[in-house]
């Protein structure tokens, strides 16, 4: 059933595969991006309750839904890397973990600037930003543990296993508003009713964070790539590319 | 080779080591206790502030306490070529993986619960509470024993193991350490905490179900 997918284990097709994809997702995350931000940051409507200040929710939100997002493709990859022994998945970890690990700092940070002016403190210890912050140590986890090693591969595997144990935490962090009594508010949007805003100010919302999500796939694409070169940097087609790209340039 | 017989195999070497090198199991104890000793000191010796900050404090030493053993847990087998024959010879490492954790647990886990009647002296925590320690850590400590092994198989033929050892299991700790202290908040309250309990027992065994397998697949990649 997945046999056409076995030629992507392949790094040289895979990079190539990954070259297009980064070409055909790179602008048009960034035209989404600036869209959406404009539009939540500067044309919708202001809250009645909060003010100005609920328009961070158009960083804060997407940033924190893809924080865990960005995690579960990485476990995703690790757990392909681990079963069925696939080099490109385990690089594809080392690729993924800075960016959710950015991706979560972001939600943590835009999480204590908007927690400032309306609860009055930056920070709280309450389920859903201690979960949070765990999620941001998990991600630091495996990329320490991925470069501790002397042998490289050791490395990728050892941060494949952590990555599939570390979500145990997901349902954690998602579920935390609603198994404990907490000061963060419930889910808005991802739950299975009507969103609880308004069409007007959920439009920049999902297109931010459909904006992100591009963001995510390009970084990734672009890191992979990267990844892929310093792995088979004794391959003739890698001294290949980086001559013709290095002819390109003169 | 099955897994029973590698499991009992391993169990007896364990408990013979553990009989033998006192300063394995005692090490981590006395840790566990000095810590709890230097609270009272660093905080001040005020008995309302002790009772409030009981929990957290007793939770946060037996971490500390089950971490500082679990660095050599697979070393010393590591090192002398044990881990590497028995990865050659394709021995069920699941046995083994399970028999570590067990004595593991053995050697610092359980002591912490003996001792544990100490902290009524110490902490000057009521009967209901030191009950509530005891079961917590009669739940949470085979739990602190499996995570470490993790670590301790994952990091095992690292360079810097010992800090990022601490690095990466100590983020899997958190949720532990939040539901064992607010039980024994909630019993030194005087109320119920059977719900913790329930969480606790069901990490327990989900851990025990899945972290050996983990364990396995660990060990098996740093032998190469």
Redesign the interface.
Known sequence: MFKWLDPYAKPQVLFATLLWWQRGLMPLAIVVLVIGTIWGLGFTPADYQQGDSYRIIHVHVPAAIWSMGVYAWMAIAAFIA?VWQVKTAQWAIGAIAPIGAVYTFIALFTGAAWGKPMWGTWWVWDARL?SEL?LL??Y??VM??QN????RQ??D??SA??A???V??LP?IHFSVEWWNTLHQGATITKFAKPSIDPSMLWPLLICLLGFALLFGALTCLRLRTAILQHEAHRPWVRQYVEEQQNARV | MSHVVIFRATLRRELKLLARQKADWVNPLLFFIIILTLFPLGVGAKPNLLREIAPGVIWIAALLSVLLGAERQFRQDYRDGVLEQLVAARAPLLGYSLAKITAGWLGSGLPLILVSPLLILFLGLSTDALLAVVLTLLLGTPLLSLLSA?GAA??L????GGI?LA??I???Y??LL?FASSAVEQASFGLGYQAQLAVLAAMLC?ALAL?PI?VQ??LK??V?
């Open positions: 681990l201690t765990i140590f998990l630091l986890g320490a543990l501790a090693f002397a042998d050791t490395g595997k050892a296993v952590l599939v144990v570390g145990v935490n954690i | 993790l994952l990091t033929s690292a360079d810097k990022l690095l990466v100590l983020p899997l958190i949720p939040i989900v972290v983990a697949k660990a990649l740093n190469g």
